[in-house]
């Protein structure tokens, strides 16, 4: 048998690990829902009456009533006893209400956790951020809140029966003869400390089975969104061989599992079925103690309708949804907050610059050097080799087919989307390892679905420059053209419903949002395909012309405009052509010699309106 296929004893210490990263948050959790415990803990002490009255009502009828000969007492001690179960109801009703005031607090806990922990490993790996084979994150929002919440619910339901029914049944054993307390605690006291002995290692099984879970999804996943160009470049062979490797290893982890349940189940077996196997065998022996038939009877109502099934109850929440809940809990450990580097020299002299602005101006705005970029390991590159300078103040236009790679481009500049190979530097530093916010103060990108919130048009306007003066709002909103939307919309202050607006408005608020941006370098990828012309041109001028404070053009930045009219072209000081091979780089005149791509994209777009100047 292989190690992976058995469980060997190493494996309880990631459960003590488990145990011990969520005791502290646990008890912290408790400690403020105080009132809540001692109202829940009040009700089950109504529980724990009933227990005690169940047994001891019947070994009392026996005694003082039936075998005495007295039917009306036996028949009174019996009533006590049904009047107890009757009155069963209002403590459920107020235990089960205490219950929920615990589950959903903590299950909206999770989710807020859950969120950050996506958002921040959003911001930590943007080349991720928009990876859908990355399904784990939706699986702790959805499915392990969920199990989070039911198995906390019932495993605070089963070991409240159990204690205070344990307790209800052990005092109703010590009040009817002490010698029942002999029997019935060695075999009971064995059996839970071997049940609490698997507890551990059994979580390290369930953890290593969520592994194994996550990994089949994420695999499923990746296969299932890649399955065309799977098909396509004859890689399905590959692919089932890596989602059976998964499958294979989940099998085992499954099979671990089992074993520790297994074990688990002969420690329920010991604490109970053997006490009660114990109170027969011993039954001679306390009948010469002087325990009664009744008190004996009274023992196995208590064992075999209050102790054992809450216990039996107990050892399947505890070893079941117990160790899950552990495991999944400790899933949402906010281990992905990023370190925080240390101050270098070089960082500490530009703590006083401000943001977005480089102090050399003599480096590229961009660098791309022999990038290439593929979307799977058996696909062909979207982008190869491809190198390209754009220069500090500098207006480029990207343009080629659909499908060519210019959006892949923007991402790749951008830092959105992590090259295969080659190198991107942005002012002389490489775009790799930076965390978002650093990404936000180099560059803005505005896709072709811009975006915007539920919010006032202010929040909307200055989401990434939230410092902005208002005087500084009004130029930007003046300066791309967007005063008469901004009014009819109610002005900044007005709520906006991104249901209301039409594509073209919401580039326009986007627009100006990026304009706002300290960045220095800004990407339009097809960021005013729905605004006219004339709009573009307006947008596209002010983007080249854009001022940081001084008035001056953006010598220390550049625009870089993935372009779909002519116009866009022809405003640029160069135009990058993509054409799956040999890419072209220079002036329109020069293009129109050089690119025969070029030349037929010219002549696609004699049809738009000429260039407004520049």
């Known amino acids: 048998m292989s190690a992976a296929a058995k469980p060997p004893a190493t494996e309880a210490s990631p459960g003590r690990g488990a145990l011990r990263r969520n ?46 000969g007295q039917t009306g007492t036996g028949l009174l001690w019996l009533a006590v006893a049904a009047v107890s179960i009757l009155g069963a109801g209002p403590p459920m009703r107020g235990i089960f209400a205490q219950l929920a005031e615990l589950t959903e607090p903590l299950r909206d806990a999770l989710v807020r956790r859950a969120v950050r922990q996506a958002l921040r490993r959003a911001v930590t790996d943007p080349a991720r951020a928009d990876d859908r084979s990355d399904t784990a994150a939706v699986s702790r929002l959805t499915h392990q809140t969920e199990i989070v919440r039911d198995s906390f619910a019932g495993l605070v339901l089963t070991v409240r029966a159990f204690v205070f029914n344990a307790a209800g049944a052990l005092i109703g054993l010590l009040a009817l003869a002490p010698e029942l307390l002999l029997v019935v605690l060695p075999p ?36 299932s969104a890649g399955h065309r160009d799977l098909v396509a470049c004859g890689a399905q062979t590959g692919a089932a061989e890596r989602t059976g490797r998964l499958v294979d290893a989940a099998e085992r982890t499954s099979r671990v599992l089992a074993r520790w349940a297994a074990l688990r189940t002969v420690a329920l077996g010991v604490a109970g079925q053997l006490p009660v196997l114990l109170l027969l065998v011993a039954t001679p022996w306390l009948l010469r103690q002087g325990v009664t038939t009744g008190a004996l009877a009274g023992a196995l109502t208590y064992l075999l309708q209050a102790l054992l099934p809450a216990l039996h109850s107990m050892m399947t929440a505890l070893g079941a949804a117990g160790t899950r809940l552990l495991v999944v809990v400790d899933r ?80 790749v500049v951008s830092g959105l989307v992590a090259p295969d190979d080659g190198t991107v530097l942005l002012g002389g530093e490489p775009v790799t390892g930076r965390t978002a916010q650093d990404l936000a103060d180099r560059r803005v990108l505005i896709p072709q679905q811009a975006y915007v919130f539920t919010g006032s048009v202010r929040d909307n306007l200055l989401h990434l420059r939230p410092d902005a003066t208002s005087g500084e709002l009004t130029h930007a909103v003046e300066t791309l053209g967007a ?88 405003r640029a000081d160069r135009v990058l052509v993509l054409d799956g091979t040999t890419p072209r780089f220079g002036t329109h005149e020069e293009l129109l010699t050089s690119s025969a791509l070029y030349r037929d994209l010219f002549g696609h777009w004699q ?3 000429p260039p407004l100047g520049r």
Request: glycine content about 10%; proline content about 8%; hydrophobic content about 45%.
């Open 23 to 68: 005791l502290p948050p646990a008890r912290r959790f408790l400690a403020g829902r105080k009132r809540v415990l001692v109202t829940l803990g009040g009700w089950s002490l109504l529980e724990s009456a009933q227990t005690f009255l169940g047994g001891y009502c019947l070994a009392q009828a026996l005694d003082r009533g039936f075998l005495a």
């Open 188 to 223: 009971l006291v064995l059996g839970i400390a071997l049940f609490l002995a698997t507890l551990l290692p059994m979580a390290s099984a369930q953890r290593s089975f969520l592994d194994a879970d996550e990994a089949v999804a994420e695999g499923v996943g990746a296969v």
């Open 607 to 609: 049809h738009t309106p």
């Open 332 to 411: 949402f450990q906010d281990a992905t907050a990023p370190p925080v580097p240390p101050k270098t020299p070089e960082r500490a002299a530009d703590a006083g610059r401000p943001r977005g602005r480089r102090p050399s101006r003599t480096v590229p705005a961009v660098e791309v050097r022999s990038v290439t970029h593929a979307y799977g390991p058996d696909s062909p590159p979207v982008l190869e080799r491809l190198s390209l300078t754009v220069g500090r103040g500098e207006h480029i236009a990207v343009v080629g087919p659909s499908g060519i790679g210019k959006s892949t481009l923007a991402g």
């Open 483 to 570: 005063g008469p939307l901004v009014h009819r919309l109610g002005g900044p202050d007005a709520v906006l419903d991104p249901r209301a607006l039409s594509h073209g408005e919401r580039q326009l608020l986007a627009l100006c949002r990026a304009y706002l941006s300290h960045a220095p370098l800004v990407l339009l990828d097809e960021a005013t395909c729905h605004l006219d012309p004339v709009a573009e041109a307006r947008a596209e001028r002010a983007f080249a012309e854009r001022a940081f404070g001084d008035g001056a053009r953006a010598r220390d930045g550049a625009l870089i405009v993935v372009a779909h009219r002519l116009s866009s072209a022809r």
